[in-house]
């Protein structure tokens, strides 16, 4: 464990696990600011598990695939945090709500992820002024605003600390930057 030592009496105070994770509808830079905040700050970068798991399935999958993939991803989680800085690229409200909107249900797994992860920031990435990019995972082009709307609905609902980050990447990357050195 890292240790600060301070001259008066040598205390030591243990410096803490600090995690922020990126959210939003798809193609909204998640991916990209994500990784360029965890380089920025010398982080650890936890890749999006759904993509992987896609990838190999050629983009095919079925209600209960979400359940795999967020067990999978929590896992992973779990075995590679760290103390200091871990950057998140989505987290379990991004399969709560990917789930509700293609299957109108939501598994009490993925439910109970929401209600009980733990993250010191959320950066809700809007879809305005971010163009659509094409990739074959990608599902809801015409339906990032009601996507985001979601999710800020959800954010506000669990009653997390967020942000949301819209503008260039350049705006992105700064608003994000600011937040993460208050923390």
């Given amino acids: ?35 360029a905040i965890a380089q920025h700050f010398d982080g650890v970068w936890f890749a999006e598990y759904a993509r992987d798991f896609l990838m190999e399935r050629d983009g095919e999958y079925q209600f209960k695939d979400l359940e795999i993939i967020a067990r999978a991803q929590e896992s992973e989680r779990k075995e590679n945090e760290i103390q200091g800085m871990n950057i998140y690229d989505t987290e379990n409200i991004v399969l ?27 950066f809700l990435c809007s879809p305005e002024g ?9 599902e809801s082009p015409n339906h990032r605003g009601e996507l985001f709307e979601l999710y800020r609905s959800v954010l506000e609902k669990e009653k997390v600390s967020f942000t ?14 600011a937040i993460i050195q208050d923390l």
């Fill in 96 to 122: 709560y709500i990917w789930s509700k909107f293609k299957y109108e249900k939501v598994s009490d797994y993925i439910v109970d992820l929401v209600k009980n992860q733990n993250f010191d920031h959320y």
């Fill in 164 to 177: 949301i980050l819209k503008g260039s990447a350049k705006e992105r990357m700064e608003t994000a930057t």
């Fill in 1 to 35: 464990m890292l240790f600060l030592l301070l001259s008066h009496g040598f205390e030591s105070i243990k410096l803490r696990k600090l995690k922020v994770t990126f959210t939003g509808p798809e193609s909204s830079g998640k991916s990209t600011i994500s990784k």
């Fill in 130 to 138: 971010i163009p659509w990019e094409e990739d074959p995972l990608r």
